[in-house]
């Protein structure tokens, strides 16, 4: 026995109503977020879509000339890694980005390489908190 419903569930936009926003729909994002967005693209623009633009890991490591797709973040923005800073991220391939954090827990070939940083590390506090938390 499967059970239906006669009329359709309509679709609305949440709205708050409360005395400070008169029932206007909550913007998704902060004016901060989304200004930290578009510098995250400048970013990305300037580190991976350029022309010239190579995968370190794969450049460095093997010698072959892979185009990025990926930004890694050297200390992940889990732990509190800069979002915008062009110290902490790195253009890799998606094959080097999987590699990266594949190896990260088992041989820590990641880490010796500067790929990872952990706390306790002497880079640690360069990579400093995301953009956004501190304005």
Known sequence: M???RKTPLKRTPFVRKTPFNSGRAIRPKSRKRLAEGREY???RAKLVLHPSARCVVCWEQK???HRPTDLHHRRE???GGAY???ANVVPVCREAHDHIHANAE????S????YLVFEGDPEWSELGARAWRNR
């Open 2 to 4: 499967t059970l239906e």
């Open 41 to 43: 693209a400048k970013l």
């Open 63 to 65: 010698g072959v000339d």
């Open 77 to 79: 923005m889990s732990m």
């Open 84 to 86: 915008t800073n062009p």
């Open 106 to 109: 088992k041989d820590g070939w």
């Open 111 to 114: 880490r010796f390489m500067g």
